[in-house]
């Protein structure tokens, strides 16, 4: 939009202040002897981060109970997924209708102006540190252990499955019985130091690991989080913000594959708004910013609630102005505004 096109021509610009500061509406196509600023709107995003788990049972599953005397061990092979935390936070979005000009003029000295990368008012006289960006990814975890690599001659040269299982199951509890052998200290050729037994041992550990994989299998788990985002422009009543299935993981919305998380939002009103009268009478004189109004935000599923917190949304509430003597010139006022709901977060003279 042209709005947008010009805010971002004039995000870097520093403001020069007047002996008295003038703040007006923003013009479009009107050329402004002065920085443009947006307001924002309040996003909520949600993060959702879930775990899939892949089983994958051994060559030798069936036995494990017969050789090993380890129960419950799954023949067959499955996949399992589940939400594992949401993270609800809020992004400031540029409100189009909350677009102003603060005039420059000559012979003046201004305040530092700080604008975020997409035109919102940040700061006044002073920096405020912005949050970096982090996007959501995936990742997995493997741990399947190369076993064929410590199968004896004559368990590869065995002519069923169950004699194979059996002289490995064999082998896994001689492994244990030298771990056992060498703990005591009853061996013929101990390790010299601490370091040569650590190592020793962390070898026979990982062979009966993998030699035990073959009986009861392994599991890759992948690490997934999704970023979801909601502009409520109004209250909201268990609007659909993604959908979950324990077989399939994170389906469409639409999908009925998945349970639905829902969402809600409530606007508190903790804003008294301005009368019509008093609201006629108003004009802009000074800094305008936002003074949200609170919501109340749950997420829900079939199950019931996961996630409830009153949060500040700038769209439910109204615009007031700062004194324009406060940033006169020779003023040392120093503002901060929430980037996400325009709300003041600290103002200091």
Not at 72 to 91: D, F
Not at 304 to 312: A, L, S, W
């Given at each position: 939009?042209?709005?947008?096109?010009?805010?971002?021509?004039?995000?870097?610009?520093?403001?020069?202040?007047?002996?008295?500061?003038?703040?007006?509406?923003?013009?479009?196509?009107?050329?402004?002897?002065?920085?443009?600023?947006?307001?924002?709107?309040?996003?909520?995003?949600?993060?959702?981060?879930?775990?899939?788990?892949?089983?994958?049972?051994?060559?030798?599953?069936?036995?494990?109970?017969?050789?090993?005397?380890?129960?419950?061990?799954?023949?067959?092979?499955?996949?399992?997924?589940?939400?594992?935390?949401?993270?609800?936070?809020?992004?400031?979005?540029?409100?189009?209708?909350?677009?102003?000009?603060?005039?420059?003029?000559?012979?003046?000295?201004?305040?530092?102006?700080?604008?975020?990368?997409?035109?919102?008012?940040?700061?006044?006289?002073?920096?405020?540190?912005?949050?970096?960006?982090?996007?959501?990814?995936?990742?997995t975890t493997r741990h399947k252990?190369?076993?064929?690599?410590?199968?004896?001659?004559?368990?590869?040269?065995?002519?069923?499955?169950?004699?194979?299982?059996?002289?490995?199951?064999?082998?896994?509890?001689?492994?244990?019985?030298?771990?056992?052998?060498?703990?005591?200290?009853?061996?013929?050729?101990?390790?010299?130091?601490?370091?040569?037994?650590?190592?020793?041992?962390?070898?026979?550990?990982?062979?009966?690991?993998?030699?035990?994989?073959?009986?009861?299998?392994?599991?890759?788990?992948?690490?997934?989080?999704?970023?979801?985002?909601v502009m409520p422009d109004g209250?909201?009543?268990?609007?659909?913000?993604?959908?979950?299935?324990?077989?399939?993981?994170?389906?469409?919305?639409?999908?009925?594959?998945?349970?639905?998380?829902?969402?809600?939002?409530?606007?508190?009103?903790?804003?008294?708004?301005?009368?019509?009268?008093?609201?006629?009478?108003?004009?802009?004189?000074?800094?305008?910013?936002?003074?949200?109004?609170?919501?109340?935000?749950?997420?829900?599923?079939?199950?019931?609630?996961?996630?409830?917190?009153?949060?500040?949304?700038?769209?439910?509430?109204?615009?007031?102005?700062?004194?324009?003597?406060?940033?006169?010139?020779?003023?040392?006022?120093?503002?901060?505004?929430?980037?996400?709901?325009?709300?003041?977060?600290?103002?200091?003279?």
């Amino acid at each position: 939009m042209k709005k947008n096109i010009i805010i971002a021509l004039t995000w870097c610009m520093s403001l020069v202040a007047v002996a008295q500061t003038q703040v007006t509406d923003f013009n479009p196509g009107i050329a402004a002897n002065g920085v443009n600023y947006a307001l924002p709107k309040t996003l909520l995003k949600v993060d959702a981060s879930a775990t899939k788990v892949v089983y994958t049972p051994g060559e030798f599953a069936k036995y494990a109970e017969r050789y090993l005397h380890i129960g419950g061990v799954n023949v067959e092979p499955s996949t399992t997924w589940n939400v594992t935390s949401l993270t609800v936070y809020q992004e400031g979005v540029p409100d189009t209708a909350k677009i102003y000009t603060v005039k420059l003029k000559d012979k003046t000295i201004a305040p530092m102006v700080q604008l975020t990368n997409s035109g919102i008012l940040l700061a006044v006289n002073t920096h405020s540190e912005q949050e970096e960006c982090v996007f959501p990814d995936t990742r997995t975890t493997r741990h399947k252990l190369e076993a064929r690599q410590y199968l004896t001659e004559e368990i590869l040269s065995a002519t069923s499955t169950a004699k194979m299982a059996e002289l490995t199951a064999q082998e896994i509890l001689d492994i244990r019985e030298s771990k056992n052998a060498i703990k005591r200290g009853q061996v013929e050729s101990m390790p010299k130091d601490g370091a040569s037994l650590k190592i020793v041992l962390d070898e026979l550990n990982t062979q009966e690991e993998a030699l035990t994989q073959l009986f009861t299998g392994y599991v890759d788990t992948t690490f997934v989080t999704k970023s979801f985002a909601v502009m409520p422009d109004g209250d909201l009543d268990k609007h659909v913000l993604f959908r979950f299935s324990r077989k399939l993981g994170f389906v469409d919305a639409d999908d009925l594959a998945g349970d639905p998380y829902s969402l809600s939002v409530k606007d508190l009103h903790t804003v008294v708004f301005p009368d019509e009268k008093e609201a006629a009478k108003r004009k802009i004189d000074g800094l305008v910013y936002n003074m949200p109004s609170m919501a109340n935000v749950i997420i829900s599923t079939i199950q019931g609630t996961v996630y409830e917190q009153d949060m500040p949304f700038a769209q439910f509430g109204t615009i007031d102005t700062l004194s324009p003597t406060l940033f006169n010139k020779g003023a040392t006022t120093k503002l901060t505004l929430h980037p996400a709901t325009g709300g003041i977060l600290h103002l200091e003279q």
